[in-house]
């Protein structure tokens, strides 16, 4: 908290002790507790899963001549050794998404490379798990690869002016959300649209939705709707405040919609790009 305790005499009324709230910290201040915070919340996150990784590698010695737990146990191990993977992935990712130099390479990009990209990333973990992904185009169905467009019909796809590889980090932790935090068996809508001169990438799910009273602080580093669930299932904590500041470096905005139990919406909002910014040509980045 950022409350600050001040008692002070106050000599006219009796010589009473009162006690009075000042809130009188100052930026740096601030900015050193949220830093202090961080480095405590990513020591804690990177302690969990290294002392089980420990702990479980000490158990399979101990079990070596016993087949099945050998096997359990190393699932196990594989399991967080994951979990810190994604972690010190996300933790890069991050960094990257806050150092002002990490945006520079905003071009003239298609919106659907990149919803096509952030599928890709993410289309085993989606067929583990049942999840069909659709995608469109103004709300016309496309195909999610870019290998079946030869035999569908061609769309103009809206363009935008932004960072390549920052939009499709942006995008991927959306789609990884939403198939994460979903039944089997159900539908995750990418749709890429352009109105106004805006450009929409909505991500929606049929998944467990979040409850009104987190939705303003999910984007917040390793806020959780839920820990304990997100200890069983991995997830770092981070995938929307990556999000999140990957947006907002390049000038758009991101805003959710989220009912519990129906499932959720997130919409990334950028300016459509002008006819004369750079095509991302120069270093051929295809994808
Ligand atoms: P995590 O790694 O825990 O998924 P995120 O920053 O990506 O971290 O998300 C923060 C929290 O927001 C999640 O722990 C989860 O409770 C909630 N959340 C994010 N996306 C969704 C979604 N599509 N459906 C339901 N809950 C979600």
Redo the contacts with the bound molecule.
Sequence with gaps: SNTMYLRVRIGDIGDDLYAIFINDMSEQRRFEAVRRDFVTNVSHELKTPAGAISLLAETVTDAADDPDAVRYFSGRISKESARLTELVHHLIDLQRAQSPQGMINARRICALDVARAAIADNQVQADSRHVDICLSVNGKPVPTRLADDAVAPQVAAPMIKADREAMQTAVK?LV???I???PEHTTVAVGVAERDGKVTIRVV?Q????PAK?LDR??ERF????PAR?RET????????ITKHCVQENGGRISVW?RKGE??T?TIELPAAADEDDESTQDGDGA
């Design positions: 932790n990884e959300n939403a994460h935090y979903s799910d998944g467990i939705g979040i987190s999910i984007f806020y959780r709707v839920d997100s991995g997830g770092s904590g981070l995938g929307l405040a989220s499932g959720s997130f």
